[in-house]
């Protein structure tokens, strides 16, 4: 069974810290990898790509590596706002196939 | 930033009746996707939509479900006799890729009774 495996956590932090998250996949076939949020009762949205070479946006840097099937989520400087749940998702696509599966997701809480 | 759009927010239903849950993608997009959230639990992949058929299904999207783009703008998830353990959050996404993000859309709560 393909799976994305989360720490559901939740991790609960004060204002300030850095909180990293950590996903594993199975499908060794997947091809792309991302970052949602999502808070409570509302759609995910899209946080970030993850790319092969890691990338950063702001506060945000998202890692992934292959070899282990691992992809990593490193928020510094939290806010209150970043309190929400956050899905790892990967994607195996080719020709006209293709679905994102997500994980349980990790719920962060920061705290003031 | 562009939207998917669906209609309606809330339903209620009657355990054995059929329902319609509705879904503009975003114009230019060409994937389109349900997925089901059960109160608490994942975020669950159902379907997955490209030019006009499936193209790929989970082993929840069994033949209960069908999924139809009966014009070209809108896309429609249609559950024929729903059950109790329907009751979820169901949402539309679109992507104008394949591999590429998914837009999704704001969500149905369906309650069966």
């Known amino acids: 069974r393909k799976e994305v495996e989360q720490d559901p956590g939740p991790f609960n932090v004060p204002e300030g810290a850095t909180v990293a998250f950590n996903c594993t996949y199975s499908n060794s076939a997947s091809q792309s990898f991302f970052w949602y949020r999502q808070d409570c009762r509302k759609e995910p949205k899209l946080l970030m790509s993850?790319?092969?070479s890691g990338n950063e946006d702001g506060r945000f840097t998202a890692q992934l590596n292959r070899a282990s099937q691992y992809i990593s989520l490193l928020i510094r400087d939290s806010k209150l706002s970043d309190s929400a749940t956050y899905l790892c998702?990967?994607?195996?696509?080719?020709?006209?196939?293709?679905?994102?599966?997500f994980g349980k997701g990790t719920k962060l809480s920061v705290k003031p | 930033e562009p939207e998917v759009t669906q209609t309606p927010s809330h339903q209620v239903t009657q355990m054995g009746q059929e329902v319609i849950l509705r879904c503009v993608p975003i114009?230019?997009?060409?994937?389109f996707y349900w997925y089901r959230q059960i109160l608490g639990q994942k975020v669950e992949f159902l379907v997955s939509f490209y030019n006009n058929e499936i193209s790929e299904k989970s082993e929840i999207f069994d033949d209960q479900f069908s999924v139809e783009r009966p014009d070209g703008s809108n896309f429609t998830l249609k559950i024929r006799s729903t059950k109790l353990e329907d009751s979820a959050m169901y949402f539309c996404a679109s992507s104008e890729g394949a591999g590429v993000r998914l837009f999704f859309g704001s969500g149905t709560q369906l309650s069966v009774l």
């Open positions: 114009s230019n997009h060409l994937y």
């Open positions: 993850v790319y092969s």
């Open positions: 998702g990967s994607m195996n696509y080719g020709g006209s196939q293709g679905n994102l599966i």
